[in-house]
């Protein structure tokens, strides 16, 4: 089974400084990460996915996500976070194959405070 | 030209009622979802559709019940709905082993 762990249900961080959203994912074969963000009472828009490739992956709105397979996480970062980058954050991770279920953390609230 | 559109986006209903939540997506994807996500944030999936056939089905109550008349529509109805079944619901789409692209959800109260 598959399974996405974010340890931190709350990040704080000041407008301008650095931010990282941790996740850590458990499945078998080669792993699908994907980071998505929710707004409040909006969808989930698609930030950046892992497939294959380059192990630091650039996505929307200056994120990015590092892949380590060693330690079997993709944290995502902003070098310099804004206010409107407020929101709730999810890391998911599908199974290679046939497998399309995407199985979603429980979730990073992220405040970027003035 | 939304991508995944899903209505209503907001519905109020009784317990005992039946209503049905209806998905369109226009991205030319061969497969469909709906997800849930309940009162603390957490999304977990409900079903998942390729190309008109069931092919994922979680521990979901039988009252649910997805229809797919199509590869690009993906309704969801509830029968006799329940207090607890009070949450969003959310359609996506994707191509085979890709991006998930998810509407802006429906989020259902049952009084």
């Known amino acids: 089974a598959q399974s996405v762990a974010q340890p931190e249900d709350q990040v704080n961080v000041a407008e301008g400084n650095p931010l990282t959203v941790k996740c850590t994912y458990s499945v078998s074969g080669n792993p699908y990460l994907f980071w998505y963000v929710q707004y409040p009472n909006r969808g989930l828009q698609f930030l950046l996915k892992?497939?294959?490739?380059?192990?630091l992956v650039k996505g929307s709105y200056g994120f990015e996500a590092e892949f380590n397979k060693s330690q079997t996480s993709f944290h995502l970062k902003k070098p310099s976070a804004l206010v409107s980058d407020s929101a709730l954050y999810f890391c998911a991770v599908r199974g290679g194959g046939s497998a399309r279920q995407l199985t979603f953390g429980s979730g990073t609230q992220l405040t970027v405070l003035p | 030209d939304t991508a995944v559109s899903q209505t209503p986006k907001y519905l109020v209903t009784q317990m005992g009622n039946d209503k049905s939540i209806k998905c369109e997506q226009n991205l030319g994807h061969d497969t469909m979802y709906w997800y849930k996500q309940d009162s603390k944030k957490f999304l977990k999936i409900m079903f998942s559709y390729n190309n008109k056939e069931l092919i994922i089905n979680e521990t979901v109550p039988n009252r649910f019940s997805p229809k797919s008349p199509d590869k690009a529509h993906l309704n969801l109805h509830i029968n006799s709905l329940e207090l607890g079944d009070s949450a969003v619901y959310f359609c996506?789409?994707?191509?085979?082993?890709?991006?998930?692209?998810f509407g802006e959800g429906s989020w259902l109260t049952v009084v």
């Open positions: 996506a789409s994707s191509p085979i082993t890709n991006t998930i692209y």
């Open positions: 892992y497939i294959t490739g380059d192990n």
